[in-house]
């Protein structure tokens, strides 16, 4: 199994360019998740989608949106990119049940110049 | 709402000596919490989890943690440190009726001196 699978690794964008980060998990997981990690600012919730069809916004949700395509997929887009967005990005999934272990990708490390 | 607190952004201990990763949080409901790992230049994995029961949970690689509720305190310990301990380490929240929101603090890196 290849478990909660992000890409690209790496990315360099200009101010002002859009891009989607790609999420996809193979547990059959309900809940999906998007963090930024920032140095001093721990992991920080952009957005969640509690199951397939249903999506809400997080502690940090400006400047984002995201697609709960289907059970598997879960995308980021930044639609104006930023400096400020520049950040580490993980993709998460875990079942719906809040005591359940939380799974995550390698992140996604996005520049923006 | 929920939220956690971990006090120290860096902690330092030599090898051998007790290691002790302080967190604190807020619910509205029943917690759920978690401690995470990181290595660098890697995802995040799971230490160790509180749901419901035996208020102390022991985890991979030695650790330990503790929930008080009246302390609403979920400190992490490790009574011997080793090198391979060095990594920066998350304490996470989550609750049932919260829409499976998971919320983690702002970290804590280990450094592990020979």
């Known amino acids: 199994n290849a478990g909660v699978t992000q890409t690209p690794k790496f990315q360099v964008l200009k101010t002002g360019q859009s891009m989607t980060l790609q999420c996809a998990q193979d547990?059959?997981?309900?809940?999906m998740y998007w963090y930024r990690q920032d140095p001093g600012m721990g992991l920080r919730l952009i957005y969640y989608s509690a199951s397939e069809g249903t999506t809400d916004k997080g502690e940090v949700p400006n400047g984002y949106n995201v697609s709960r395509l289907n059970k598997r997929e879960f995308s980021l887009r930044l639609e104006s990119a930023a400096p400020s967005q520049t950040s580490v990005y993980f993709c998460?999934?875990?079942?719906?049940?809040?005591?359940?272990?939380?799974?995550f990708g390698q992140g996604t490390r996005l520049t923006v110049v | 709402a929920q939220s956690v607190t971990q006090l120290g952004s860096h902690v330092s201990v030599s090898e051998g000596a007790l290691v002790l990763l302080r967190c604190n949080y807020s619910s509205s409901v029943p917690p759920y919490l978690f401690w995470y790992v990181q290595y660098p230049n890697q995802g995040l994995q799971l230490l160790l989890k509180?749901?419901?029961?035996?208020?102390l949970v022991k985890g991979i690689n030695g650790f330990e943690a503790e929930f008080k509720k009246s302390e609403t305190s979920f400190h992490l310990t490790k009574p011997s440190a080793h090198m391979s301990d060095a990594a920066e380490y998350f304490c996470?929240?989550?609750?049932?009726?919260?829409?499976?929101?998971?919320?983690f603090g702002q970290g804590t890196e280990l450094s592990v001196k020979p």
């Open positions: 998460a999934s875990r079942t719906p049940w809040g005591g359940t272990e939380a799974f």
């Open positions: 547990m059959n997981h309900n809940s």
């Open positions: 509180y749901t419901t029961g035996a208020t």
């Open positions: 996470a929240v989550s609750g049932d009726n919260q829409g499976g929101k998971l919320i």
